[in-house]
């Protein structure tokens, strides 16, 4: 059950902004695989390639992107996976809305590694460019 409040606790510190808590749940050696062919697709690995990552995510939604309900947490040891729904909206209109399901593997309290899945990954690629 550890592993499920570290990914709640996670989920909470991104949906009220706190940074440094949410700092504190990842391992400094993470790798968060970003699924798709978009600008932000890709392996980031350590702690500063993933708030970086972030970062893109909310200039380029310009500063809209958000988890807008966490469906789901379920664990099998190390992992856990969540569902969930996201959105972003730019002035231009641009819109994307969907289902996600994040697989993190969470050691000794800390985050460590993440894989990300989206509903229409063709449509997310095209909405980060």
């Known amino acids: 059950m550890q592993n499920i409040e570290t990914v709640k606790q996670y989920f909470h510190s991104l949906a009220t902004g706190n940074f440094e808590a949410l700092g504190a749940l990842l391992a400094d050696d993470?790798?968060?695989h970003q699924p798709g062919s978009?600008?932000?697709s890709g392996t980031?690995?350590?702690k500063a390639a993933v708030f970086t990552l972030f970062g893109k995510f909310m200039a380029l939604s310009e500063g809209s992107f958000k988890?807008?309900?966490v469906e789901s947490i379920m664990a099998n040891g190390a992992l856990v996976a969540v569902t969930l729904?996201?959105?972003a909206t730019k002035k231009s209109g641009a819109r994307i809305s969907m289902n996600?399901?994040?697989l993190m593997k969470v050691e000794n309290g800390k985050i460590k590694e993440v894989h990300l899945f989206s509903a229409d990954q063709a449509g997310e690629d095209?909405?980060?460019g």
């Open 30 to 32: 993470i790798t968060w």
């Open 38 to 40: 978009g600008s932000l």
């Open 44 to 46: 980031h690995q350590g």
């Open 67 to 69: 988890i807008d309900a």
């Open 85 to 87: 729904k996201f959105s």
């Open 100 to 102: 996600g399901v994040d």
């Open 126 to 128: 095209a909405f980060w």
